[in-house]
């Protein structure tokens, strides 16, 4: 069983990894799902309800998630709720027709304290890649409630919603490698960008499966005027960037990876900003390869890596 974990946007990531909401939310830890695999939710519980002790947290599993198995909590009682779901899922070959509908732990949670609640389940290809999956989640309190529930129509961000049921981001679809001759180019990549940000970076991944070198000397990229092999230094506290003179060369046996705080590609003057889930198709230009067309998904800023300070 292939297991990722959910740790790390319901956010990369990707991997629950719409960006996280403030810590007021009851979230999950950021960190993209994959369609058709098994993953480990780590349920994020900041707070009570207006002081009081959180004495139960309810999870409703939505329809397409299937195979959850809640892991027991120490000083806690755990229910789980059981039901049909409106259309079965196969399982490891099998029709898989009913399961977990909802997850109760019940215990006690002072306000003052902050705690996890973990549990495993199979995200179904009743969802496609990129989209966000929302489990609601209600805490009880000894006199009221906190339900997080709201849930946003397509296109609404979840961020302007009172009380957002916690999301689970899914990892966009996987971009198979490209090969050049002996170059094999694995996994581009970029980040989204703020309104009128003027520049993006490019990652990726080169392996030289030849005998002879080859050098990355740049490449196009269609919302970009150029395209520069850049990488970073520290002087002091201060990251530095510049360009890589001549090219980036890649050696016989040798993988390099363009990724953020090291070697990368820089995509100049953009035209509008990068948003997340979009595929844009550009080329990396090689010494002897020429240039390979490749595809760049555009990833949320949650599994980018940190941002750092451009100076040239």
């Known amino acids: 069983m292939k297991t990722q974990t959910f740790a790390g946007a319901l956010g990369a990531a990707v991997l629950f990894a719409v960006a996280t909401p403030s810590l007021a939310h009851v979230t999950f830890e950021p960190g993209p799902a994959a369609v058709n695999s098994t993953a480990k939710a780590v349920l994020r519980i900041p707070h009570g309800c207006d002081g009081q002790a959180t004495l139960k947290v309810r999870v409703r599993i939505p329809e397409g998630v299937i195979a959850v198995k809640p892991m027991p909590k120490a000083g806690w009682a755990l229910d789980t709720a059981q039901g049909p779901y409106a259309k079965p899922s196969m399982l490891y070959g099998k029709p898989v027709a009913e399961g977990v509908?909802?997850?109760?732990?019940?215990?006690?949670?002072?306000?003052?304290?902050?705690?996890?609640?973990?549990?495993?389940?199979?995200?179904?290809?009743?969802?496609?890649?990129?989209?966000?999956?929302?489990?609601?989640?209600?805490?009880?309190?000894?006199?009221?409630?906190?339900?997080?529930?709201?849930?946003?129509?397509?296109?609404?961000?979840?961020?302007?919603?009172k009380m957002p049921a916690p999301g689970l981001k899914l990892a966009g679809a996987q971009v198979a490698a490209v090969k050049a001759g002996p170059l094999t180019i694995e996994e581009p990549w970029s980040r989204v960008t703020p309104a009128g940000a003027k520049v993006g970076g490019g990652y990726l991944?080169?392996?030289?499966?030849?005998?002879?070198?080859?050098?990355?000397?740049?490449?196009?990229?269609?919302?970009?005027?150029?395209?520069?092999?850049?990488?970073?230094?520290?002087?002091?506290?201060?990251?530095?960037?510049?360009a890589v003179e001549g090219g980036l060369a890649i050696k016989?046996?040798?993988?390099?990876?363009?990724?953020?705080?090291?070697?990368?590609?820089?995509?100049?003057?953009?035209?509008?900003?990068?948003?997340?889930?979009?595929?844009?198709?550009?080329?990396?230009?090689?010494?002897?390869?020429?240039?390979?067309?490749?595809?760049?998904?555009?990833?949320?800023?949650?599994?980018?890596?940190?941002?750092?300070?451009?100076?040239?």
Request: charged residues 20%.
């Open 252 to 312: 016989p046996g040798e993988t390099v990876e363009l990724k953020p705080g090291g070697l990368h590609l820089m995509f100049m003057d953009l035209k509008e900003p990068l948003k997340e889930n979009q595929t844009l198709k550009g080329t990396l230009v090689f010494e002897k390869a020429g240039p390979v067309e490749v595809t760049y998904t555009v990833r949320g800023m949650a599994g980018s890596g940190a941002a750092a300070e451009h100076k040239h």
């Open 205 to 242: 991944r080169i392996t030289n499966t030849g005998t002879q070198p080859d050098r990355l000397v740049g490449g196009t990229f269609p919302l970009a005027s150029r395209v520069e092999v850049h990488e970073m230094s520290m002087s002091g506290d201060v990251m530095r960037m510049k």
């Open 101 to 161: 509908t909802e997850i109760v732990w019940t215990g006690s949670l002072p306000d003052a304290h902050y705690d996890e609640f973990v549990f495993q389940a199979r995200i179904t290809d009743a969802f496609q890649p990129g989209q966000t999956v929302f489990f609601p989640v209600v805490q009880e309190c000894a006199n009221g409630q906190e339900a997080w529930t709201e849930i946003p129509a397509e296109g609404q961000d979840p961020h302007g919603l």
